[in-house]
């Protein structure tokens, strides 16, 4: 697997019981914000984009950036790679995930686990080939200092 579908994969994925930390039920509107792939190499603003949601990576650090810059000759930072993202289940979104250094979109699913986690999955086909991690919400009160590299 080429490191650019591990790194948009990565975007997607994971697993974890965060739900029985909180106590309390998400909330279809609490996946708006700002997510940490497990690295800490790439956050993504998951936000409403007309009817659907989508995801556009507003920090990159300088690795993730380079590996972009050397196949697309465009930056990491500003690309939206999460894209019609719908509900399909109670707090369970399902999209499509763009690879930038691949030039390839993947079927994407992520499912709110409580407000500080979700599970991300990315497929090179339905349910086949897939990979899966947990993100972690990025504190709003220290989002918008991370600078891009």
């Known amino acids: 697997m080429t490191r650019g579908l591990v790194v948009a994969l990565a975007l997607w994925a994971g697993a974890g019981a965060a739900t029985a930390q909180t106590g309390a039920a998400p909330r279809a509107g609490d996946i708006y914000g700002v997510w940490r792939n497990p690295k800490g190499s790439v956050h993504i603003e998951i936000k409403p984009c007309d009817t659907r949601t989508c995801g556009v990576v507003v920090w990159a650090n300088a690795d ?4 972009v810059r050397k196949k697309k000759n465009q930056d990491l930072v500003g690309m939206q790679l999460l894209r019609d993202f719908a509900v399909s289940d109670p707090n369970e979104w399902k ?3 763009y690879v ?8 994407g699913q992520v499912k709110l686990l409580d407000r500080a986690s979700l599970k991300a999955k990315g497929c090179l086909l339905p349910n086949i080939l897939c990979k ?6 990025v504190d709003t009160a220290t989002a918008g200092t991370a600078k891009a590299s």
């Open 95 to 97: 999209g499509r995930v």
């Open 64 to 67: 993730a950036r380079e590996d």
């Open 132 to 137: 899966s991690q947990t993100w972690t919400r």
């Open 100 to 107: 930038p250094d691949l030039d390839m979109t993947f079927s």
